[in-house]
């Protein structure tokens, strides 16, 4: 079965500072797509940030970035130049037979002024 | 704003009633997925519709709970005797073929 673990249940950094979220995934599928969710309080679950599992490069999205690890089955999420609103929580999801997500249990991300 | 939208926001019922909750997915997209999420979770995956046609459902949705998707354009998820172990937030998302799924706001549903 496929499953998907973030092992950082809370994560709180300054304004301005570089953080990363960890995530580790176990499938069998040799193609397969990695997701970071947002889903700040209250309001509803955007997605951050992609990685097909075939693309060697790792994804970035302006200040979002991933570092994808396909061998040791590792994709964390490095946030630079953290803002307020980056407060949220923070879902890793796994594309399962491309049809359903399956996703880690979150970590509740606190950006302090 | 063309986004996903759930109908009711929250929803509080009684142990033992019937509740139904409509989803309006993107007009384009194909595939229409419902997930549950229970508090300091991740969303769990219950079903998938391909147009109108249901393809997969998890073990969580027990025979209390259907769901369609007629002319596959919006679903309904139906919960009939309704136990506090249901009390979550049901999100609906969408997608175009195998790509990104855009949630909607989700419906809280709390069974006193």
């Known amino acids: 079965a496929q499953t998907v673990t973030q092992s950082q249940p809370e994560m709180s950094v300054q304004e301005a500072e570089t953080v990363t979220l960890s995530c580790t995934y176990d499938t069998s599928e040799s193609n397969y797509y990695l997701f970071w969710y947002k889903q700040p309080p209250s309001r509803q679950m955007i997605l951050v940030i992609r990685?097909?599992?075939?693309?060697?490069q790792n994804a970035t999205e302006n200040r979002f970035s991933v570092n994808f690890q396909k061998a040791a089955k590792s994709f964390s999420l490095k946030i630079s130049d953290s803002q307020l609103g980056d407060t949220a929580m923070y879902f890793c999801a796994l594309l399962q037979g491309a049809q359903k997500l399956v996703f880690g249990q979150g970590t509740r991300l606190t950006i302090n002024p | 704003d063309t986004g996903v939208s759930q109908n009711p926001r929250h929803k509080i019922t009684k142990r033992g009633q019937n509740v139904t909750f409509r989803c309006d997915p993107i007009s384009e997209h194909n595939r229409l997925y419902w997930y549950r999420q229970t508090l300091g979770q991740g969303p769990e995956f219950l079903t998938y519709f391909q147009n109108e046609a249901q393809l997969e459902k998890s073990r969580l949705l027990s025979d209390r709970f259907s769901a369609e998707r007629p002319k596959g354009s919006f679903s309904t998820l139906e919960i009939q005797r309704t136990e506090q172990g249901d009390s979550a937030m049901y999100l609906c998302?969408?997608?175009?073929?195998?790509?990104?799924?855009?949630f909607g706001p989700g419906t809280r549903l709390t069974v006193l």
């Open positions: 998302a969408s997608s175009l073929g195998v790509d990104e799924q855009f």
């Open positions: 990685q097909e599992a075939y693309k060697q």
